[in-house]
C-alpha cells in the first residue's frame, strides 16, 4: 500500500509569487491534516479534512492560505502571494476514521521544503 | 507556551545504552503519541498511549504516562546506530472529537548513537 505522498518535494520561490503543494493520502482514510514547521519551531497544526470538509482550520496563519480537498481525495495548499516567514517544511497527514475509544495515529508524508527567497 | 516540550532537547549515548527521553504537556488529553524523524523524511509513527494508560511496550520502546503530572517517557533500551534521529511526542486534546483532531508537538530530541 503507498503511502503518504507530497509534491514538489522542495520549492524555491521568490517572495510574492504563488505556490500550491499537493498532498496525496493513504486510500481509504479520510482525515487529512497539514503541518508545518518553520527553522528552529516546533511543528505546528494547520488544519484538518474529513473527507472534502474542513474539520478545523484553527492553525491556518493567515489568508494567504488556501487548502482545498475537492472530492475528498488529494488536497492542496496554496500560499499566496508568499512572504519570507513562509519558509519552512509542509507535511501532510492522513488517518482512518476513528473514535475516541480507538484513536489512530498519523501517518506522515515526506514533507515539502519551501524556500522563499 | 508550547504543549508538548521534549527533555532533553539532544542526547548523545553509545550504541548498546538505553535512552530516555522526556514529554510534558500542558491540556488534559485523549491521547499522547511519539514519532521519530530521520533527517530529511517524514515522522514515523512509534506508539500511541491513551490517557487511561500509565504504561505501553512496543519491541525496544516503553513508553509511560503520568496524567497528573502531564508528562510522558520514551525509554529505548540496547540503542542502535538506526535509532539516530529526532524524536517528537504529540499530544491529542481531551476535548477533540474522537482522537482525530490535529496533533499539538514538542520541538523535540535529537538522539545521536555513537557506534
Known amino acids: 500500500e503507498a503511502g503518504v505522498t507530497q509534491f514538489p518535494s522542495h520549492s524555491v520561490i521568490e517572495k510574492g509569487q504563488t505556490v500550491t503543494l499537493r498532498c496525496d493520502p493513504i486510500?481509504?482514510?479520510?482525515?487529512l491534516y497539514w503541518y508545518r514547521r518553520v527553522m528552529g519551531k516546533e511543528i505546528k497544526f494547520l488544519l484538518h479534512?474529513?473527507?472534502?470538509?474542513?474539520?478545523?482550520e484553527s492553525g491556518m496563519p493567515n489568508n494567504r492560505f488556501l487548502a482545498e480537498r475537492t472530492g475528498g481525495t488529494y488536497s492542496t495548499l496554496k500560499v499566496q502571494p508568499a512572504e519570507l516567514e513562509d519558509s519552512g517544511v509542509y507535511f501532510c497527514a492522513s488517518s482512518p476514521t476513528s473514535g475516541w475509544a480507538r484513536p489512530y495515529e498519523q501517518y506522515f508524508g515526506p514533507g515539502t521544503r519551501l524556500t522563499v527567497t | 507556551s508550547q504543549q508538548g516540550e521534549e527533555d532533553p532537547q539532544a542526547l548523545s549515548i553509545q550504541e548498546g545504552e538505553n535512552a530516555t527521553m522526556n514529554c510534558s504537556y500542558k491540556?488534559?488529553?485523549?491521547?499522547l503519541q511519539w514519532y521519530r524523524q530521520n533527517s530529511g523524511r517524514g515522522l514515523v509513527h512509534l506508539i500511541l498511549i491513551r490517557s487511561n494508560e500509565r504504561e505501553k511496550h512496543s519491541g525496544r520502546l516503553r513508553v509511560t504516562l503520568d496524567t497528573s503530572k502531564k508528562s510522558s517517557s520514551l525509554l529505548i533500551t540496547a540503542s542502535r546506530a538506526a535509532d539516530t534521529a529526532s524524536y517528537f511526542c504529540?499530544?491529542?486534546?481531551?476535548?477533540?472529537?474522537?482522537?482525530?483532531?490535529?496533533?499539538?508537538f514538542g520541538k523535540g530530541t535529537h538522539l545521536i548513537i555513537q557506534p
Open positions: 491540556t488534559s488529553i485523549n491521547n
Open positions: 479534512f474529513v473527507k472534502e470538509s474542513k474539520q478545523d
Open positions: 486510500s481509504g482514510h479520510d482525515n
Open positions: 504529540a499530544t491529542v486534546s481531551l476535548d477533540s472529537g474522537g482522537g482525530a483532531d490535529g496533533l499539538t
